[in-house]
Every structure is written in structure tokens, then in C-alpha cells.
């Protein structure tokens, strides 16, 4: 399950940097008249080598954010320093006219190697748990070895949720809940 080939992984999978970022705008006024700016910001983009993929979310009541991914972090940041990105910011911040009232930015790097499984596993195609954890920080500095991961068996959950109280049951069918019961999967 670990893996340093995400060949078969969808597109965000592969990237190599993630942005995400918000602002929290002064009203709908400001939203709307992003409209333009924004649009040549995107198409920018994804014309650019690196760009992966991205995602618009929103949180009420005006507050828009990015999740972005990119190649690597070279790449993010030349988009970063692209015509319409400046241009989009420069609105956004200067000439005191309050468009936004706070903002945040914040880049990742992914690390070379991750975990994979099924059928974007691009080893073997395996659908299976890890055998140690990944260790912490503080175990590695103390030369621990990796913790074993306990395995639970879906038999002794099955037994475990037919104890609990009937409220405290999520409500839906037992196959529903652990889907890997239904292809033989232990």
C-alpha cells in the first residue's frame, strides 16, 4: 500500500504541490465584481505546464477559497507571479476600497513516497491495509521501529455493533457501512 508511483492515481494524486486559500469578502458586491478578473485568473492557469486541477469552495456568507494543485512548487508559485494573478490581487487588496476583509494562503509539498490501493495501486492493483504505521518524528529520532497496525476483523465489529445500544447504531445496513464485506475482501 505504500507506494512512490501515483501514475495510476487521479490527477491531484500526481501533483507535487497544493495551494489553498481563502477570502473573505466585503459582500456580494465585491463577489460579483471579481466575476471578470477571476475567470481570466483561471483560464491563465490552466493554461500553465504545472496546472493539475483545482476547486472552488465556499463558506457563508462571502468568504470563496482554491484548492489548486500543480506539478511542483516551482510551478505554483510562477502561476503565483502570473499577469492575471497579480493584477486579481492588486484589485483585491489595494486603492482601500475594503472588496475583502481578510485572506489566507497556504502551500504544501508532497512527500515522494504515500500510500495507493486498488485500482490506483500502480504496483499490483492490491486493496489492503498497511502492515506498520508511518512512524512519528519523535519515534524515528528515537531509532523506534515502526508500530504494528492491529488489524480488526469485520466479524468481531459485526458482534460489537449488534451489543451496542440501538441508538448509537448509524442507521444503515451493516453492508452499507463496511462495503468491503460485499467483494470478499477480508
Request: charged share 25%; glycine share 10%.
Amino acid at each position: 500500500m505504500r507506494s512512490t508511483d501515483f501514475s495510476l492515481t487521479p490527477a491531484p494524486g500526481q501533483a507535487g504541490a497544493m495551494f489553498v486559500g481563502a477570502t473573505r469578502y466585503s459582500g456580494l458586491r465585491a463577489i460579483i465584481t471579481l466575476g471578470p478578473g477571476y475567470v481570466r485568473m483561471v483560464r491563465e492557469m490552466r493554461r500553465m505546464k504545472g496546472y493539475v486541477w483545482h476547486k472552488v469552495y465556499w463558506r457563508f456568507p462571502f468568504t470563496l477559497g482554491t484548492i489548486a494543485f500543480f506539478a511542483d512548487r516551482d510551478e505554483l508559485l510562477k502561476f503565483a507571479r502570473g499577469k492575471a494573478h497579480h493584477e486579481l490581487m492588486c484589485w483585491l487588496t489595494d486603492e482601500g476600497k475594503g472588496r475583502a476583509t481578510g485572506g489566507w494562503i497556504r502551500i504544501y509539498t508532497a512527500d515522494a513516497a504515500g500510500y495507493t490501493n486498488g485500482v490506483w495501486r500502480a504496483e499490483d492493483g492490491a486493496l489492503s491495509h498497511v502492515d506498520t504505521f508511518e512512524p512519528l518524528s519523535t519515534e524515528l529520532s528515537a531509532g523506534r521501529a515502526p508500530r504494528p497496525v492491529k488489524h480488526v476483523r469485520h466479524a468481531k465489529r459485526r458482534a460489537r455493533r449488534s451489543a451496542e445500544p440501538r441508538g448509537a447504531q448509524s442507521g444503515t445496513a451493516p453492508a452499507a457501512r463496511c462495503p468491503e464485506q460485499l467483494d470478499g475482501r477480508p
